[in-house]
Protein backbone atom coordinates (compact mmCIF):
# COMPACT_ATOMS: atom_id res chain seq x y z
CA UNK A 1 0.00 0.00 0.00
CA UNK A 2 1.50 3.33 -0.68
CA UNK A 3 1.89 5.93 1.56
CA UNK A 4 0.23 9.19 1.62
CA UNK A 5 -0.54 12.30 3.85
CA UNK A 6 -2.65 14.14 5.80
CA UNK A 7 -3.61 17.76 6.41
CA UNK A 8 -2.97 19.39 9.61
CA UNK A 9 -2.37 23.00 10.42
CA UNK A 10 0.08 25.18 11.72
CA UNK A 11 0.43 28.97 11.96
CA UNK A 12 2.92 31.69 10.60
CA UNK A 13 4.44 34.28 13.02
CA UNK A 14 1.84 36.60 11.76
CA UNK A 15 -0.60 34.22 13.02
CA UNK A 16 -1.74 33.23 9.48
CA UNK A 17 -2.98 29.17 9.71
CA UNK A 18 -1.61 27.44 6.75
CA UNK A 19 -1.92 24.02 5.88
CA UNK A 20 1.21 21.56 6.73
CA UNK A 21 0.95 17.85 5.20
CA UNK A 22 1.87 14.70 7.78
CA UNK A 23 3.79 12.36 6.78
CA UNK A 24 2.83 8.95 6.57
CA UNK A 25 5.91 6.88 5.68
CA UNK A 26 5.47 4.05 3.39
CA UNK A 27 6.88 0.79 3.92
CA UNK A 28 9.97 0.26 2.48
CA UNK A 29 10.89 -1.65 -0.65
CA UNK A 30 12.32 -4.48 -0.86
CA UNK A 31 12.13 -6.58 -4.32
CA UNK A 32 15.21 -5.10 -6.58
CA UNK A 33 17.33 -4.83 -3.95
CA UNK A 34 20.17 -7.27 -2.13
CA UNK A 35 19.09 -9.68 0.55
CA UNK A 36 19.26 -8.53 4.11
CA UNK A 37 21.95 -11.34 5.01
CA UNK A 38 23.72 -10.36 1.77
CA UNK A 39 23.61 -6.53 2.51
CA UNK A 40 24.67 -7.08 6.23
CA UNK A 41 27.50 -9.45 4.60
CA UNK A 42 28.70 -6.87 2.27
CA UNK A 43 28.73 -3.73 4.63
CA UNK A 44 30.76 -6.15 7.46
CA UNK A 45 34.11 -5.04 7.21
CA UNK A 46 32.60 -0.98 6.77
CA UNK A 47 31.06 -1.48 9.94
CA UNK A 48 33.87 -3.53 11.97
CA UNK A 49 36.53 -0.87 11.02
CA UNK A 50 34.24 2.12 11.77
CA UNK A 51 35.97 4.00 14.66
CA UNK A 52 34.42 4.15 18.12
CA UNK A 53 34.71 7.52 18.28
CA UNK A 54 32.40 8.17 15.43
CA UNK A 55 29.68 4.98 16.32
CA UNK A 56 26.44 7.08 17.67
CA UNK A 57 25.52 4.72 20.88
CA UNK A 58 23.58 6.99 22.55
CA UNK A 59 21.05 7.60 19.65
CA UNK A 60 16.84 7.27 21.11
CA UNK A 61 16.34 5.64 17.53
CA UNK A 62 15.06 1.89 16.61
CA UNK A 63 17.03 0.72 14.04
CA UNK A 64 14.53 -1.17 12.71
CA UNK A 65 11.73 1.81 12.54
CA UNK A 66 15.17 4.13 10.95
CA UNK A 67 15.41 1.47 8.35
CA UNK A 68 11.85 1.82 7.67
CA UNK A 69 11.50 5.09 7.36
CA UNK A 70 14.80 5.16 5.11
CA UNK A 71 13.11 2.54 2.63
CA UNK A 72 10.09 3.79 2.23
CA UNK A 73 11.60 7.29 1.25
CA UNK A 74 13.78 5.17 -1.54
CA UNK A 75 11.39 5.47 -4.23
CA UNK A 76 10.84 8.87 -3.46
CA UNK A 77 14.47 10.04 -3.50
CA UNK A 78 14.39 7.65 -6.66
CA UNK A 79 12.29 10.57 -8.77
CA UNK A 80 14.92 12.85 -7.79
CA UNK A 81 17.97 11.33 -8.65
CA UNK A 82 19.18 12.93 -11.87
CA UNK A 83 18.79 16.42 -10.48
CA UNK A 84 20.83 15.33 -7.54
CA UNK A 85 23.65 13.65 -9.84
CA UNK A 86 23.69 16.81 -11.82
CA UNK A 87 24.18 18.86 -8.98
CA UNK A 88 26.41 16.65 -6.65
CA UNK A 89 27.60 14.18 -8.98
CA UNK A 90 29.60 11.18 -8.18
CA UNK A 91 28.95 11.33 -4.72
CA UNK A 92 25.23 11.50 -5.03
CA UNK A 93 25.41 8.69 -7.07
CA UNK A 94 27.59 6.42 -5.12
CA UNK A 95 25.12 7.51 -1.71
CA UNK A 96 21.97 7.03 -3.75
CA UNK A 97 23.71 3.68 -4.90
CA UNK A 98 24.50 2.50 -1.33
CA UNK A 99 21.58 3.36 0.13
CA UNK A 100 19.33 0.55 -0.03
CA UNK A 101 22.44 -1.86 0.85
CA UNK A 102 22.17 0.17 4.24
CA UNK A 103 18.95 0.06 5.07
CA UNK A 104 19.08 -3.61 4.29
CA UNK A 105 21.84 -4.32 6.37
CA UNK A 106 20.65 -2.19 9.23
CA UNK A 107 17.38 -4.09 9.19
CA UNK A 108 19.05 -7.61 9.46
CA UNK A 109 22.03 -6.30 12.06
CA UNK A 110 18.93 -5.67 14.17
CA UNK A 111 17.85 -8.98 13.37
CA UNK A 112 20.40 -10.69 14.51
CA UNK A 113 20.34 -8.77 17.83
CA UNK A 114 16.77 -10.43 18.52
CA UNK A 115 18.17 -13.71 17.47
CA UNK A 116 20.96 -13.53 19.61
CA UNK A 117 19.08 -12.48 22.74
CA UNK A 118 16.09 -15.42 22.38
CA UNK A 119 16.95 -18.60 22.81
CA UNK A 120 13.71 -20.05 22.15
CA UNK A 121 14.69 -22.26 18.85
CA UNK A 122 17.60 -23.59 20.69
CA UNK A 123 15.69 -24.48 23.66
CA UNK A 124 12.79 -26.13 21.49
CA UNK A 125 15.50 -27.78 19.02
CA UNK A 126 17.16 -29.08 22.49
CA UNK A 127 13.46 -30.37 23.20
CA UNK A 128 12.97 -32.58 20.24
CA UNK A 129 17.13 -33.96 20.02
CA UNK A 130 16.36 -35.13 23.97
CA UNK A 131 12.95 -36.97 22.94
CA UNK A 132 14.70 -38.48 20.23
CA UNK A 133 18.03 -39.83 22.85
CA UNK A 134 15.81 -41.39 25.09
CA UNK A 135 14.07 -42.81 22.28
CA UNK A 136 17.33 -44.91 21.13
CA UNK A 137 18.69 -44.61 24.36
CA UNK A 138 15.58 -46.61 25.51
CA UNK A 139 15.67 -49.31 22.91
CA UNK A 140 19.56 -50.16 23.24
CA UNK A 141 18.98 -50.55 26.69
CA UNK A 142 16.12 -53.05 26.39
CA UNK A 143 18.47 -54.68 23.63
CA UNK A 144 20.98 -54.88 26.57
CA UNK A 145 18.06 -56.24 28.86
CA UNK A 146 18.22 -59.29 26.35
CA UNK A 147 21.99 -59.03 26.05
CA UNK A 148 21.46 -58.69 22.73
CA UNK A 149 24.28 -56.01 23.00
CA UNK A 150 26.97 -54.95 25.83
CA UNK A 151 25.34 -52.40 28.18
CA UNK A 152 28.61 -50.44 28.66
CA UNK A 153 28.52 -49.84 25.02
CA UNK A 154 25.61 -47.18 25.88
CA UNK A 155 27.21 -45.30 28.52
CA UNK A 156 29.22 -42.81 26.15
CA UNK A 157 25.96 -41.65 25.23
CA UNK A 158 24.20 -41.28 28.08
CA UNK A 159 25.20 -37.88 28.99
CA UNK A 160 23.12 -35.31 28.07
CA UNK A 161 24.11 -32.43 30.79
CA UNK A 162 23.78 -29.42 28.19
CA UNK A 163 22.75 -28.81 24.42
CA UNK A 164 26.52 -29.29 23.16
CA UNK A 165 26.85 -32.52 25.21
CA UNK A 166 23.29 -33.81 24.43
CA UNK A 167 24.09 -33.45 20.53
CA UNK A 168 27.39 -35.33 20.92
CA UNK A 169 25.61 -38.35 23.05
CA UNK A 170 22.95 -38.30 20.71
CA UNK A 171 25.25 -39.02 17.58
CA UNK A 172 27.45 -41.69 19.73
CA UNK A 173 24.32 -43.34 20.08
CA UNK A 174 23.27 -42.93 16.65
CA UNK A 175 26.87 -44.35 15.49
CA UNK A 176 26.86 -47.05 18.11
CA UNK A 177 22.87 -48.55 17.02
CA UNK A 178 24.34 -47.95 12.71
CA UNK A 179 27.31 -50.28 13.22
CA UNK A 180 25.24 -52.97 15.17
CA UNK A 181 22.53 -52.84 12.70
CA UNK A 182 23.01 -55.93 11.35
CA UNK A 183 22.81 -57.74 14.58
CA UNK A 184 20.04 -55.37 16.09
CA UNK A 185 17.84 -55.27 12.66
CA UNK A 186 14.36 -57.10 13.50
CA UNK A 187 14.87 -57.08 17.39
CA UNK A 188 14.33 -53.17 17.61
CA UNK A 189 11.48 -51.46 17.31
CA UNK A 190 13.72 -48.77 15.56
CA UNK A 191 13.74 -48.61 11.49
CA UNK A 192 16.53 -46.48 9.14
CA UNK A 193 13.72 -44.03 8.50
CA UNK A 194 14.07 -43.28 12.52
CA UNK A 195 17.60 -42.73 12.49
CA UNK A 196 17.36 -40.62 9.09
CA UNK A 197 14.99 -38.36 10.98
CA UNK A 198 16.89 -38.00 14.66
CA UNK A 199 20.39 -37.62 12.79
CA UNK A 200 18.47 -34.77 10.67
CA UNK A 201 17.68 -32.84 13.93
CA UNK A 202 20.62 -33.49 15.31
CA UNK A 203 22.41 -32.27 12.80
CA UNK A 204 20.23 -29.36 12.67
CA UNK A 205 20.65 -28.20 16.67
CA UNK A 206 24.56 -28.81 15.87
CA UNK A 207 24.75 -25.99 13.19
CA UNK A 208 22.76 -23.50 15.41
CA UNK A 209 24.96 -24.36 18.42
CA UNK A 210 28.07 -23.56 15.98
CA UNK A 211 26.57 -20.38 14.20
CA UNK A 212 26.24 -18.78 17.41
CA UNK A 213 29.59 -20.01 18.84
CA UNK A 214 30.68 -18.11 15.32
CA UNK A 215 28.63 -14.75 16.42
CA UNK A 216 30.60 -14.94 19.97
CA UNK A 217 33.97 -14.74 18.01
CA UNK A 218 33.05 -11.86 16.01
CA UNK A 219 31.51 -8.47 17.16
CA UNK A 220 28.77 -8.13 19.67
CA UNK A 221 25.69 -7.95 17.75
CA UNK A 222 24.14 -4.95 19.33
CA UNK A 223 27.40 -2.95 18.64
CA UNK A 224 27.23 -3.81 15.35
CA UNK A 225 23.60 -2.96 15.08
CA UNK A 226 24.35 0.76 16.53
CA UNK A 227 27.03 1.06 13.31
CA UNK A 228 25.16 0.00 11.17
CA UNK A 229 22.54 2.53 12.61
CA UNK A 230 25.17 4.86 12.72
CA UNK A 231 26.08 4.66 8.78
CA UNK A 232 22.30 4.64 7.94
CA UNK A 233 22.06 7.81 9.34
CA UNK A 234 24.57 9.60 7.90
CA UNK A 235 24.30 8.06 4.39
CA UNK A 236 20.38 9.20 4.80
CA UNK A 237 21.01 12.87 6.90
CA UNK A 238 23.33 13.36 3.33
CA UNK A 239 20.96 12.82 0.90
CA UNK A 240 18.51 14.69 3.01
CA UNK A 241 20.59 18.19 2.67
CA UNK A 242 21.33 17.66 -0.70
CA UNK A 243 18.13 17.12 -1.54
CA UNK A 244 17.06 20.15 0.32
CA UNK A 245 19.42 21.92 -1.83
CA UNK A 246 17.79 20.75 -4.76
CA UNK A 247 14.38 21.46 -3.82
CA UNK A 248 14.91 24.68 -1.91
CA UNK A 249 12.34 26.71 -3.67
CA UNK A 250 9.96 23.57 -3.83
CA UNK A 251 10.31 23.58 0.05
CA UNK A 252 9.33 19.88 -0.12
CA UNK A 253 12.36 17.76 0.86
CA UNK A 254 10.84 16.32 4.13
CA UNK A 255 8.25 14.92 2.08
CA UNK A 256 10.52 13.31 0.50
CA UNK A 257 12.94 12.09 2.80
CA UNK A 258 10.90 12.67 6.48
CA UNK A 259 13.85 12.80 9.24
CA UNK A 260 14.53 9.54 10.75
CA UNK A 261 13.59 11.26 14.33
CA UNK A 262 10.08 12.87 12.98
CA UNK A 263 6.95 11.91 14.49
CA UNK A 264 4.47 8.97 13.47
CA UNK A 265 1.64 9.99 12.16
CA UNK A 266 -1.58 8.45 14.92
CA UNK A 267 -3.11 5.39 15.06
CA UNK A 268 -6.16 5.63 13.33
CA UNK A 269 -8.57 5.75 16.36
CA UNK A 270 -5.98 7.09 18.86
CA UNK A 271 -6.77 9.78 21.35
CA UNK A 272 -4.21 12.13 23.17
CA UNK A 273 -3.77 9.97 25.85
CA UNK A 274 -2.16 7.44 23.77
CA UNK A 275 1.49 7.16 24.47
CA UNK A 276 4.08 7.93 22.09
CA UNK A 277 6.13 6.18 19.88
CA UNK A 278 9.63 4.94 21.34
CA UNK A 279 11.37 6.35 18.14
CA UNK A 280 9.73 9.64 18.80
CA UNK A 281 12.50 12.50 18.70
CA UNK A 282 13.50 13.51 22.31
CA UNK A 283 12.50 17.34 22.22
CA UNK A 284 16.00 17.82 24.41
CA UNK A 285 18.06 16.00 22.58
CA UNK A 286 18.84 17.71 18.82
CA UNK A 287 19.25 15.57 16.03
CA UNK A 288 22.66 14.17 15.27
CA UNK A 289 24.18 15.59 12.01
CA UNK A 290 27.04 14.45 10.19
CA UNK A 291 29.60 16.56 8.41
CA UNK A 292 28.43 19.30 6.67
CA UNK A 293 29.06 18.76 2.95
CA UNK A 294 31.11 21.42 0.65
CA UNK A 295 29.59 22.59 -2.09
CA UNK A 296 31.60 24.14 -4.84
CA UNK A 297 30.31 27.51 -6.22
CA UNK A 298 28.10 30.34 -5.80
CA UNK A 299 25.80 30.30 -2.82
CA UNK A 300 22.88 30.29 -5.38
CA UNK A 301 20.64 32.43 -2.99
CA UNK A 302 21.04 31.84 0.33
CA UNK A 303 20.47 28.27 -0.55
CA UNK A 304 20.73 25.22 3.00
CA UNK A 305 24.45 25.12 2.53
CA UNK A 306 25.28 28.84 3.62
CA UNK A 307 28.53 29.18 5.73
Not at 268 to 290: A, K
Amino acid sequence: MRGHSRTRASRTPEGVCVPMPEIIHEPPVMPDGPTLIAALAAKREILTNMPATEVLHAMRLDARSAAGIAGGSLPRIARHRAALIAEFGERARALLDDLPTVVYATYQAAYDVDAAEDDSDMRELHRQVLEEHQLIAGDLDALANRKIIDRSRIDAGRSILGYRTTVDSTFVLLSLTRSLWMTIQGRTLLTEADLERIEAKAQAMLDRLNQREQRATRMPTRELRDRALTLLVRTYDEIRRMLTFVRWAQGDADEIAPSLYARRGRKHGGTDTDPPDEDVEPTPEPEPTPAPIVIEGPNNGGGPFAP
